[in-house]
C-alpha cells in the first residue's frame, strides 16, 4: 500500500521517513553518484523537504520498499530552483500541476525488462490516485528521456518543456505529464485488478504508540 506522509501526520511516520530518507541517499548518493547529495548520515534531505511536500511511501510490514515526493509547482521546486536550464519555455505552474521527485525502489523489488514491477506499478498509481482526488492532472518530471514511451504506454500525455542536457554521467529531460482516469485504468490493467493502492488515513490513536 501507498501511505501519504504530510506536515500534518508525518509524527506517525518517523520511523518509516527515517528509512525512507536512508533509502534515497543509497539510490541517489550511493548508486547513482550524485555526490553534492551526500550526508555524513546517510540520510538525503533537501530544501524542500518542508511543510509543503508530500511524500508517498510504499510500505510492506513495517518496511519502507519504494518512495517518491510531490511538491507543488506554485512553491519552489526542483524546476524552479535548481534545474531551470531544463525548461526552454514558460515554466508549468498552477494549483492542478505538481513536480514528481525522488522517485525510488529498493533494488529487490525493481522491474526486470519493460514491465513495471509491483512496487513501480503501485507508486505510479498512487500519484494518479492522488491527483485524481484532489482536482491535480499533471506533474513536472526530470528525467531519463528513455522514460518518455514508458510513459506514453503508461498512457499519460507527455510535453517535453526542453531538449536534454547533460547533467552529472546522464541526461536529464524535463517535461510535463498529464494523466486522467485512462491513465489509471491502464495502470490497473497491468497489474491485475482495480483496488485502490493508497492507504487509508492513519488512526488517530497511533500517535500515542510511538
Known amino acids: 500500500m501507498i501511505h501519504i506522509v504530510t506536515s500534518e501526520n508525518r509524527h506517525l511516520y518517523r520511523q518509516e521517513m527515517e528509512q525512507a530518507y536512508r533509502l534515497r541517499h543509497r539510490v541517489f548518493v550511493d548508486e547513482m553518484k550524485w555526490t553534492e547529495l551526500a550526508k555524513d548520515d546517510g540520510r538525503e534531505i ?4 518542508d511543510e509543503h511536500a508530500v511524500h ?3 510500505i510492506d510490514h513495517g518496511v519502507v520498499q519504494g518512495y517518491q515526493r510531490m511538491l ?3 512553491r519552489p521546486h526542483l524546476l524552479s530552483h ?4 531544463l525548461c526552454e519555455d514558460e515554466r508549468p505552474s498552477g494549483s492542478h500541476i505538481w513536480e514528481w521527485t525522488r522517485y525510488c525502489v529498493e533494488p529487490a523489488y525493481r522491474e526486470r525488462g519493460r514491465t ?3 512496487v513501480a506499478n503501485a507508486l505510479l498509481s498512487g500519484i494518479v490516485e ?4 484532489r482536482g491535480i492532472s499533471t506533474i513536472i518530471i526530470e528525467m531519463n528521456p528513455l522514460w518518455l514511451l ?3 504506454q503508461l498512457h499519460f500525455r507527455t510535453i517535453p518543456l ?3 542536457q547533460r547533467i552529472g554521467d546522464q541526461d536529464v529531460l524535463a517535461v510535463t505529464a498529464t494523466f486522467d482516469r485512462r491513465t489509471l485504468a491502464r495502470l490497473q490493467e497491468m497489474r491485475g485488478n482495480q483496488q485502490r493502492v493508497l492507504a487509508e488515513p492513519e488512526p488517530r490513536i497511533r500517535r500515542f504508540a510511538r
Open 72 to 74: 507543488p509547482s506554485t
Open 46 to 49: 533537501d530544501q524542500f523537504d
Open 162 to 164: 526542453g531538449l536534454p
Open 82 to 85: 535548481v534545474l531551470p536550464q
Open 130 to 133: 492522488w491527483g485524481l482526488d
Open 150 to 152: 514508458r510513459l506514453v
Open 116 to 118: 513495471l514491477s509491483p
Open 56 to 58: 508517498m511511501l510504499y
